[in-house]
C-alpha cells in the first residue's frame, strides 16, 4: 500500500520568501506524484505531476517540485511567495498500474504574511 | 466545460435520515471516485468505479453505498446518517490513458446533526 507523509500542517512565510513543502512517499517502486492545490471552500486543482519524463517538474503559478527517488521525496518549492498563493497543499501517488487511486498526504496549510 | 459537478453543494441532515450525492462528469472518464475531506486527515477514499456498472471499496467505505449505472454519473447514498459523517465530500474522475490526470468537483458540505 502506498502512502504520503507532508511535513508540517501549517507553514507560514513572508510576502517574497521561499515556500518550501515537503512530501515523502512510501512505495517500492516509484509511483505517479502530484500536488493539488485547495483555495477556501473549493475543490482540488492540479499544481504539478510527476510522471518519469523528469526528475524536475514545473506547474502552475510558478511552483515546481523535484523528485528524488533516493529520498523517497517529492518536494514543493516556489522561489517567491505571493498573498495569493495561501491555501491548502496535499501530495498525493497513484501507482503505476491498477486502479488509479489517489493516496493523499493530510495537507499542508501556507499562510503569507504582508 | 463543466469537468465534474456534484449536487448539492450543501446539506444539513438529521441523524438518521438518508441522502444521495450525485456527481456528474462530461469528459468520458473511465474511473470516478468519491473522497471525504476531514480536518488534518486529507482525503480519504470512499468507493471508487473502474466503469460503468462497476463500484469498490475504498479506504472508509462502512456507512455508505454507490452506485453507476451510467458511465457518466456516480452516485453516492447514506442510508442512516451519523454525525461521524459530517465531512466535506468531493468527487473526482480520470481517464485511463490521459497522464493519470484526475478531476475534482467543487465538493458537498454535509452536516448531520
Known amino acids: 500500500a502506498q502512502s504520503v507523509t507532508q511535513l508540517g500542517s501549517h507553514v507560514s512565510v513572508s510576502e517574497g520568501a521561499l515556500v518550501l513543502l515537503r512530501c515523502n512517499y512510501s512505495s517500492s517502486v516509484p509511483p505517479y506524484l502530484f500536488w493539488y492545490v485547495q483555495y477556501p471552500n473549493q475543490g482540488l486543482q492540479l499544481l504539478l505531476k510527476y510522471t518519469s519524463a523528469a526528475t524536475l517538474v514545473k506547474g502552475i503559478n510558478g511552483f515546481e517540485a523535484e523528485f528524488k527517488k533516493s529520498e523517497t521525496s517529492f518536494h514543493l518549492t516556489k522561489p517567491s511567495a505571493h498573498m495569493s498563493d495561501a491555501a491548502e497543499y496535499f501530495c498525493?501517488?497513484?501507482?503505476?498500474?491498477?486502479?488509479?487511486?489517489?493516496?493523499f498526504g493530510a495537507g499542508t496549510t501556507v499562510t503569507v504574511r504582508a | 466545460n463543466a469537468g465534474v459537478t456534484q449536487t448539492p453543494k450543501f446539506r444539513v441532515l438529521k441523524t438518521g435520515q438518508s441522502m444521495t450525492l450525485l456527481c456528474a462528469q462530461d469528459m468520458n472518464h473511465e474511473y470516478m471516485y468519491w473522497y471525504r475531506q476531514d480536518p488534518g486527515m486529507g482525503l480519504r477514499l470512499i468507493h471508487y468505479?473502474?466503469?460503468?456498472?462497476?463500484?469498490a471499496k475504498g479506504e472508509v467505505p462502512d456507512g455508505y453505498n454507490v452506485s453507476r449505472l451510467k458511465k457518466q454519473n456516480f452516485l453516492l447514498g447514506l442510508e442512516s446518517a451519523a454525525p461521524s459523517q459530517t465531512s466535506v465530500y468531493f468527487c473526482?474522475?480520470?481517464?485511463?490513458?490521459?497522464?493519470?490526470?484526475?478531476?475534482f468537483g467543487q465538493g458537498t458540505r454535509l452536516t448531520v446533526v
Open positions: 498525493a501517488v497513484t501507482p503505476w498500474t491498477g486502479d488509479y487511486k489517489l493516496s
Open positions: 473526482a474522475s480520470t481517464h485511463q490513458d490521459r497522464g493519470r490526470m484526475t478531476f
Open positions: 468505479s473502474v466503469g460503468e456498472g462497476t463500484t
